[in-house]
């Protein structure tokens, strides 16, 4: 394609934003808080891919590893009442909600008390008791779903908001930009989270778009947008925090770009750097650089004076969880065969 | 009491649905315009307000979608589509989204939409403005798929279909809006238990029908008593889940069997209905072989006389009938 | 909605732009020749809402007078090896390539003489042998063929381009923007030629957008576009040159937002200023005064001179023009009823 | 010359297509990755370039669109859907535009497109990644439905797809990727000549059915040989538009049918084919009712154990032919 534009200069470019995070004045407790969020995101995902390499998980599972302080810094400022809609890359979205760990795992491997009742896999995760509200991987396909609940939160009265997660590759579908432009006619509490990190599939978005900044969509819809380091949890939690605000306060929808980058192939476990078209492990290592959890606990160290013993502590502690987590899954049974039938219709089989 | 038409039975129904209950909303294309779907819901916009029902850009994507999402949200939206042609590009949060989320998620949450089609064919429309594809819906599991064919059922239907735990399409027929009658005062009506019903008694054919079709199968067993023969003719009502209870025992009783529809012939709703009685009536048991009356394999004409010709009518049916008595 | 742009100024504001055109250096003979190309389409339009008033045409008849300098002042720059799509509201892209006006008028009345074989109707014209290559009246679905048909374009490497045109209603369709992308990435000679009528259907555009141009959607996919007085066929025109010569060189697609006014209803031949949620007499009288043949004619009478004689000859020929082309039309035969199979398969029915 | 797998069958149907045509190009989401459509076009685009082998941003609907344009103007596109799920977002350009161009243009144009669709299910992949739809295609007048049952076909029905002159849903099993046998020479196919075959001879009971429900049904009919019964087995091979004679022949002569199919039940192609067995063979000559195996009706489960109980097997089209001998 002609003219290519790079319109996020140093965000796309992993050679920068490299070092300890600026932290503001939050407190660090809460820093810290989010420091433990990422790292059970990051287990939790490493022991999924465990499952995965070891053959008991089948379904397809796609790995968020290398993107967690997205989810983290949105989800900071999200209650139970709000409304989150996720797709196929959806665990972190899921957890950073504090979603339960053993109904995600048990999911995983298709069991009866997972998240989703064993009926959907990794692909499928439901938790509306912290604001969960359902992931699906049709691409694109939870982006209305979220305005209308979005449309639903207006209705209330209530001052909740919608989220709706996503990629760059999914704002080639045309249902977002039909979206977007719902959201802002109806003037909805919804919060677009673009997870851009920079691929879809095998592809570079190079190949995909003229440029690689999709908050272009949110200009275009006149849709108020940040564009933002999505590798640094304070940087994305001041942006939610602002247009969360705002929509509650009923100014209508907004749409953070938050650049980053899976560490995993598309789906499995595996780096995949063979598979991309042009991902390569020069990229891969380069973007592993910009790690957003060490990047935060350079910062904590360094200017919060927080010491090893306790990053440590948490790491036991989510250890210990995911662990559980896994056995309990292990341990629990399938589904009954009936439940194929009498999840069809509400009262059982037609 | 005086007749009410097809088409203010459907206004009607929004009226109650939306009387009883406040999660109750309409949404689509052409909510605040007076001539629209067909007169269908005149005023609804001025009764309700134009926050609950709200007239939308050209996207039945979003639309549909963001109606899904108001419905697994507590609300009971009904999405309208002025043509099944263009409801076409809502397919994926119709098949893939509505039908299945309750399904896929564990049985936890259920996305209570009503979706509206409108079949809204002839007047020389053409191909892209005629479709009747009630059929593909039918196909999908986790959709109930609704058809009314009399003025009291448009409104009953639209009620049952607002106050659906399920998602249901509900499909009208332009072609009906004429159709009046008398009607009881609405009430509340659980989709669930809307059956298939008989129209006409008799016991030398069974026509089976849905929407304008029963019209065309009422017609035709008037001719037919003409010529000796008392057809008997099951209005479907809900193709799907299709509670096949009715149809296979007046067609065991009968012995002949002939399905009237207003879409294609191939893996339609009268393929459907032949291959049930065809499943569930022994050979032994009929006199002839089974029977479709649907359009030809063809995308609708505009002309006049290819419209006269593409369309069946009443003789149509009659024709049909006829030969099994040959 | 909140904050509802007028990014268009005085395009949007029907007492501006009401004057003689600017004439440039442009020849006379060719203004003339737009002229009569421009009264040719209301003529047979204006003939178009009489046959659908005595209730010979059934049909649902899209009208666009008013809107005629639109699709006459792109033409001017294309020939038969370029290939034009439309939609519901076709009449004027078709006659603007000078496609039979008997062809169309039998069309209408839905005979076997008619631009389609009397199998379409109004909203289905065809003549690919001057470049008119299909309209139909599904809102968008031309614009991703046009795509294809710039994709086949270029593959012939002849400087051949494809030119879809569309409304402002269109542009809520997804489709627009996945077929903007898909023209952006594989760099296709396609022009894309928006005739915003601030309308769609029933709805004023400020009921369905935040703002009232649409060029911000070419805009965030990178297509070269102009935003112009579509009632100003000089106007349309150099926007047309430049982009045509622009994806005839390779250098990919161009998207034009020609601003317009229809002077009828949505659908049908009377002016239904009692259907539009906003459409008012007044506003209907004000944008007559920004009629695009009236303008033309007062520039070419006032700086070059054309008498009243010469419009006066042209009139006379293109209203016998019209007369012989519905007189041929009710002469014609219907098609015959095989046609209804054997058009659905090459080779006749199945 | 040794076995050819389907996946390798089909690409080489690819390589023939493009080879003869300098018209047909492939484009699609994944095309350029090695691993996406289960091999079966690996390396075409370093052979034929990227400019006919496109890979293509995640937008089904224009994608599918500039395909149809494309064949509008002189090319014959083969547009790739990874799964036949994703492809309900192109479903507009496929019924609305690909099918009815010819006719409603009045019949001197042909979008000589083919849109392969794959059926890609099993693995716990679920709801939204199971689907098999071809029987909302098959639906559609205008359009071709192929669905090759073994590597041969896989390769020539994509030749054919690719030569049609008609639109043409070309829809492969990645279930069946593995079966192989040793292939004659290509050549061209003209899409009209495609029609139903026995794969197997039998005469006491006649099962059809398409694509891998046609292995179903060999293997059934080796366990029934087992329990002394021989079945006919018929691949329709074209499901739409869909030839019957050799399927009323066979059932005539059987007087017992099964239809066998992957997809849901209601307005199915099973159900299609009872509807023409019903309508075309004499009640008379029939020694049982129909029967249909399809899939129950519900979305897929992800659950290993539900994934077993949902999916027909040999077996499950053998119980339920034994029954009809009950
Ligand atoms: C409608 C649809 N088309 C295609 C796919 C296949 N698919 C799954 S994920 C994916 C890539 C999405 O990329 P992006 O949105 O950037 O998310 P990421 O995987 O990078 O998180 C694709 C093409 C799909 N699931 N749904
Ligand atoms: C997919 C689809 N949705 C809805 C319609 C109904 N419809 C026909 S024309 C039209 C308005 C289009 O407005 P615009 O694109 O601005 O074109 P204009 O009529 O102003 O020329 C609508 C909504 C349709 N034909 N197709
Ligand atoms: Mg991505
Ligand atoms: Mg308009």
């Known amino acids: 394609m002609k003219g290519f534009q790079n319109a996020l200069g140093a965000l796309a470019d992993p050679k920068e934003l490299t070092g300890a995070l600026d932290l503001k004045n939050l407190p660090t407790d809460w820093l810290v808080d989010k420091y433990r969020d990422m790292m059970t995101i990051r287990r939790a995902e490493e022991a999924v891919a465990g499952l995965v390499r070891s053959g008991e998980a089948k379904a397809p599972c796609h790995l968020g590893i290398g993107q967690e302080a997205v989810a983290v810094g949105v989800s900071a400022h999200l209650n139970a009442g709000d409304k989150v809609y996720s797709g196929h890359r959806g665990h972190s979205h899921y957890l950073a909600l504090h979603a339960p760990l053993d109904g995600m795992m048990a999911e995983v491997l298709g069991k009866a008390t997972g998240a989703s009742g064993g009926m959907g896999g990794s692909m499928h995760l439901f938790a509306p008791e912290v604001g969960f509200h359902g992931s699906v991987p049709i691409v694109g396909a939870t982006i209305p779903i979220a305005v209308g609940a979005g449309l639903a939160c207006k209705m209330d009265g209530k001052g909740q908001v919608a989220v709706a997660y996503f990629g760059d590759g999914a704002c080639e579908e045309g249902v977002v930009h039909e979206s977007l432009n719902l959201a802002r006619v109806l003037d909805l509490p919804v919060l677009f989270v673009c997870e851009n990190n920079l691929y879809s599939s095998h592809l570079d978005i190079h190949l995909r778009q003229p440029s690689n900044s999709v908050a272009r969509f949110a200009e275009a819809h006149r849709v108020d947008h940040r564009v933002i380091d999505g590798n640094d949890v304070v940087a994305v939690s001041e942006a939610a925090a602002d247009l969360i605000a705002n929509a509650r306060a009923g100014k209508g929808p907004g749409f953070i770009e938050a650049v980053t980058f899976r560490w995993l192939g598309h789906v499995g476990p595996n780096e995949d750097i063979d598979v991309g078209v042009r991902r390569s492990p020069g990229e891969l290592t380069a973007w592993k650089r910009r790690d957003p959890v060490r990047r935060l606990t350079d910062a904590l160290s360094a200017s919060r004076g927080v010491g090893q013993d306790r990053f440590a502590g948490i790491d036991a502690e989510i250890v210990r969880a995911v662990d559980e987590a896994v056995a309990f899954a292990r341990a629990s049974a399938y589904p009954e065969d009936r439940v194929l039938l009498d999840y069809v219709y509400a009262g059982g089989a037609a | ?326």
């Open chain 2, 1 to 326: 009491m005086s007749a009410v038409s097809y088409a203010d039975a459907i206004r009607h129904g929004f009226e109650y649905a939306m009387e009883r209950d406040p999660k109750c909303f309409a949404i689509g294309q052409g909510l605040w315009s007076p001539w629209y779907v067909g007169n269908s819901m005149r005023d609804l916009d001025r009764r309700f307000g134009k926050e609950r029902v709200i007239d939308t850009p050209v996207s039945e994507l979003a639309t549909t979608g963001a109606a899904v999402g108001a419905a697994l949200n507590g609300y009971h939206p009904i999405v309208v589509h002025p043509r099944m042609d263009f409801m076409i590009l809502a397919a994926d949060q119709i098949v893939n989204q509505a039908a299945k989320w309750r399904h896929m998620l564990g049985g936890k949450v259920s996305p209570t939409i009503a979706i509206r089609g409108i079949v809204n064919r002839g007047g020389e429309q053409g191909a892209q403005h005629s479709q009747a594809l009630h059929s593909w819906y039918a196909h999908v599991p986790g959709l109930r798929v609704l058809m009314p064919a009399t003025a009291a059922d448009a409104r009953d239907m639209l009620i049952a279909a607002a106050q659906s735990p399920d998602p249901v399409m509900y499909i009208d027929d332009r072609w009906c809006y004429e159709l009046a009658e008398e009607l009881a005062p609405a009430a509340d009506i659980d989709v669930a238990a809307i059956r298939p019903m008989v129209r006409r008694e008799g016991g030398d054919v069974t026509i089976a029908a849905a929407s304008y079709s029963v019209t065309l199968a009422l017609k035709a067993a008037d001719l037919l008593a003409g010529d000796g023969i008392e057809a008997e003719v099951v209005d479907i009502r809900q193709v799907n889940p299709l509670d096949p209870t009715l149809v296979l025992e007046s067609a065991a009783r009968t012995g002949r069997f002939v399905a009237v529809d207003g879409g294609w012939s191939t893996c339609g709703l009268a393929a459907e209905l032949l291959a049930l009685v065809a499943e569930g009536v022994a050979p032994s048991r009929l006199k002839a072989p089974l029977a479709r009356v649907t359009l030809p394999a063809a995308p609708a004409p505009t002309s006049k006389p290819l419209e006269a010709a593409y369309y069946p009518t009443a003789e149509t049916v009659r024709q049909r009938v006829l030969k099994l008595f040959g």
